[in-house]
C-alpha cells in the first residue's frame, strides 16, 4: 500500500473501530450499570414490548392481591360479628328452655326475662357496629328478629381480586367478567320483620317469639330461635367458604405473580456474567483501538520524510 497524505485510509479504518468498540463499550456498561437488558426501545423493540406488558400485568395482579386479603379481613370481621350473635342465640334458647320447665314460676321467669330482653339488645348493637372501614357489614341482623331477608337496600360490595382473568359463582357472592370480581352480596344478611317466610323473633306484632316471661311465650321462643341458629350457621358456613375460596385467590395470584416476574426477568433483565465480559472485552478493543489510531496518524508524517 502507497504512502498517501491527502487521505489516511488506515486512521479512518481505526477510527470507525475505534468507534465500534466505544459505543458497545458504552452500551455493555450500561447494562451492568441499570441491570436490564433492554433500557431502551432501540435495544429490543419486540421485547420492550412484551416485558411492559408483563409488567403491568405484575402490577394489576399484586393490587389484585391486596384487594383479596382485605376481602377476607372484611369476612373474618362479618364472621366473628355472627359468631357472638350465635353464642347469644344459643344463650337465649338455654334461657328458653329454662322458663319453659314447670320446676319454675313466673317470678323467676320474670328475671329470666331481664336476660332475655339484655342478649337481645345486645345482638342488635352488634348487628349495627360491626363495620370494616366504615361499611356496616350486618345491619339489620339484629332484634334477634335477625336473620335475613332478600328485600334490603344494602349495596353490595365487590372486591377485585384478578387482573386480567375471570370467572362465575352465584348465591351470596358472585364473580362476573371482565374484572374478576367477587360480589359479597350482603343485602342477603339482612333484618328479619313480619312477613311470609321469615322469622319473626322481636316482631312487635308477636310478642310469644320473643318473651320468656310467659311458659307458652318460653315454648314458642325455644321454635324461634332454634331457627335463628340454623340460620345464622348457614351463613357463616357461606362467609367460611368465601374466605376458604379468596385464600386461595391469594395462593394462586402468588404464584401468578412469581411466574410473570421470571418471564419478564429473562426479557429484560441483563445477564452480568456475559454483560461484565463484554465490557473487559471491548474495554481491551478500545484500548488497541486508541493504539492503532495513533501510529495511523503518524503514516502521513513518514510520507514527508520521503521529500526531505
Given amino acids: 500500500m502507497g504512502l498517501r497524505v491527502q487521505t489516511n485510509i488506515s486512521s479512518i479504518n481505526a477510527q470507525r473501530n475505534l468507534n465500534v468498540s466505544t459505543l458497545l463499550l458504552a452500551k455493555h456498561t450500561e447494562r451492568v450499570a441499570s441491570g436490564y437488558r433492554i433500557n431502551k426501545a432501540a435495544d429490543d423493540a419486540a421485547g420492550l414490548a412484551i416485558s411492559e406488558k408483563l409488567r403491568s400485568q405484575v402490577r394489576g395482579l399484586i393490587q389484585a392481591r391486596r384487594n383479596t386479603n382485605d376481602g377476607i379481613s372484611l369476612i373474618q370481621t362479618a ?3 355472627l359468631q357472638e350473635i350465635s353464642t347469644m342465640l344459643i344463650r337465649l334458647k338455654e334461657l328458653s328452655v329454662q322458663a319453659a320447665s314447670d320446676t ?13 330482653v339484655a342478649l337481645k339488645d345486645e345482638i342488635d348493637r352488634i348487628a349495627t ?5 366504615g361499611t356496616r357489614l350486618l345491619t339489620g341482623i339484629a ?10 337496600n344494602l349495596p353490595p360490595l365487590e372486591i377485585q381480586v384478578g387482573a386480567s382473568y375471570y370467572k362465575d359463582v352465584d348465591d351470596l357472592y358472585t364473580v362476573r367478567n371482565p374484572t374478576h370480581i367477587i360480589r359479597i352480596n350482603l343485602e342477603k344478611i339482612n333484618a328479619l320483620t313480619g312477613g311470609e ?7 312487635a306484632t308477636d310478642e310469644e317469639g320473643t318473651r320468656v316471661d310467659k311458659k307458652v311465650f ?3 321462643s325455644m321454635q324461634r ?9 348457614e351463613y357463616r358456613a357461606i362467609l367460611g367458604a368465601i374466605q376458604n375460596r379468596m385464600e386461595h385467590t391469594v395462593a394462586n395470584t402468588s404464584v401468578t405473580i412469581e411466574n410473570l416476574e421470571a418471564a419478564k426477568s429473562r426479557i429484560k433483565d441483563a445477564d452480568y456474567a456475559e454483560e461484565s465480559s463484554q465490557v473487559v472485552q471491548q474495554g481491551i478493543l478500545q484500548k488497541a483501538g486508541i493504539s492503532v489510531l495513533s501510529q495511523a496518524n503518524q503514516i502521513p508524517e513518514m510520507a514527508l520524510k520521503l521529500l526531505g
Fill in 143 to 152: 332484634e334477634i328478629p335477625a336473620v335475613l331477608k332478600e328485600n334490603s
Fill in 225 to 233: 330461635l332454634d331457627q335463628a341458629i340454623d340460620k345464622v350457621n
Fill in 104 to 116: 319454675i314460676g313466673d317470678l323467676e321467669r320474670g328475671h329470666i326475662q331481664k336476660e332475655f
Fill in 197 to 203: 317466610g321469615s322469622l319473626e323473633i322481636g316482631s
Fill in 79 to 81: 364472621e366473628g360479628g
Fill in 129 to 133: 357496629s360491626t363495620e370494616f372501614n
Fill in 218 to 220: 318460653a315454648q314458642k
